[in-house]
């Protein structure tokens, strides 16, 4: 029970939005779901999040055990794209990668795909996302052995999906973050001595050709599913005029050491396509949103969508089932990372980390905030004890049949 009542006591820490994703669905979701808008998948990510911390979820009474105050919290969703549930997971995520990072200068790349091939992704988002991860992955790593690019280094990369533009489109791309340098095959830690890990121009080049090439395979061997407005499409001749475009790879220069990493990481981990605070009305069937314009600068902008149009936005972005979104390679992956860190922390003369602790959710708040929330309020000596707990409410499923991804 411990997340249930780590996510309402942090919640309830900051200051309250002035409107939020749940008001949003508890004015307009019902209307919407009588009118098929959306599949069985998105209706039940958009109901867990219009019931998170309501008595529909159940409930958890708490007392103290000194001066015996009773207390009762509702309890959260913790779906992955709630609003309001993902600052726990990313506390404890980052604190995780303290035992995982080491100080080095550390790059941001970002391999994007061209807008054509946005509405296949729709149709095939966990193969595609796969196929973008993989074929992102193949191209560091053909870099990180080639000699010219005279590194000849075992490289590792911390990645995550995004799929959203700040105006909500669908946008998938990947981020990496990736140490500025290798391990070689002596155990030594080899440093980039240039501002750029690899030149970005060949890196989209050869990331355009692996993709499309995984694409050509997929296509024939038939597994991709393909939307009306590739009927009658020549699909050798649509990748062929995919490899004639300039793919994007965007390189930003290095981070310096392992806590401006770690900030840098804590802004794209767990981070969902719009949050409660950049919300700002709900009025006549319109939502009134804040947005980033980059091409202008970062100025910040404001712009209104009608709701049936602004939650089918932000539904798009709900990833498949179980989909990994922040993944690991080479010096970072799971097999190997405890031998290939000792030897990098060796060969920089970094101490090593003590050793890992498995922490609760009351810990990792009180190791991020120094907020202990098993002290009674009331009285500040009492531990609060949990004394019931409410299952949710279960009530009939209603039938529903899966939407076109065209919707979306």
Not at 16 to 23: A, D, E, F, G, R
Not at 241 to 252: A, E, G, L, Q, T
Not at 293 to 302: C, N, P, T
Request: glycine fraction near 6%; proline fraction near 3%.
């Amino acid at each position: 029970m411990e997340p249930l009542v780590l996510w309402i006591t942090l919640t309830n820490s900051y200051s309250k939005p002035q409107l939020t994703l749940q008001q949003i669905l508890n004015e307009h979701l019902a209307a919407l779901i009588e009118q098929d808008k959306f599949n069985a998948y998105e209706v039940r990510i958009l109901q867990a999040i219009k019931s998170c911390k309501t008595s529909r979820l159940g409930e958890h009474w708490e007392a103290c055990n000194s001066c015996g105050v009773v207390k009762m919290h509702y309890n959260s969703c913790g779906n992955r794209h709630c609003t309001g549930c993902q600052g726990a997971n990313r506390e404890r995520w980052l604190l995780e990668r303290e035992y995982d990072l080491f100080d080095t200068y550390y790059h941001h790349i970002t391999f994007t795909v061209p807008s054509e091939l946005r509405v296949l992704f729709k149709w095939n988002k966990k193969l595609l996302y796969n196929v973008l991860f993989s074929s992102m992955w193949a191209t560091l790593l053909s870099f990180s052995k080639d000699p010219r690019s005279r590194l000849e280094a075992e490289i590792g990369v911390i990645s995550i999906l995004h799929t959203w533009t700040q105006k909500l489109k669908y946008h998938p791309h990947v981020h990496c973050m990736i140490p500025s340098g290798g391990l070689t095959g002596a155990g030594n830690w080899k440093a980039v001595s240039s501002k750029y890990l690899f030149h970005v121009k060949n890196m989209s080049l050869v990331f355009k050709n692996k993709f499309c090439d995984a694409l050509q395979v997929l296509h024939e061997s038939g597994t991709l599913k393909y939307p009306s407005s590739f009927i009658g499409v020549n699909f050798p001749g649509f990748i062929a005029s995919m490899r004639i475009k300039d793919w994007v790879v965007n390189s930003k220069a290095g981070f310096k050491g392992k806590q401006s990493i770690l900030e840098y990481l804590g802004r794209y981990t767990h981070k969902i396509a719009i949050s409660n605070y950049r919300l700002i009305k709900l009025e006549n069937g319109m939502v009134t949103f804040s947005y980033r314009d980059r091409k202008a600068g970062d100025v910040k902008r404001v712009m209104s969508l009608r709701v049936e149009e602004f939650i089918r936005r932000f539904t798009q972005h709900f990833l498949p089932r179980y989909f990994i979104k922040i993944r690991h390679y080479g010096i970072f992956s799971t097999r190997v990372k405890k031998q290939k860190l000792a030897l990098i922390r060796k060969s920089l003369k970094q101490a090593e980390p003590p050793e890992k602790q498995k922490l609760s959710a009351f810990e990792v708040v009180l190791k991020t905030t120094g907020v202990d929330l098993k002290l009674c309020t009331t009285c500040l000596e009492g531990q609060m004890v949990v004394l019931k707990i409410t299952r949710p409410i279960r009530g009939s499923p209603r039938k529903l049949t899966i939407g076109n991804p065209e919707k979306t």
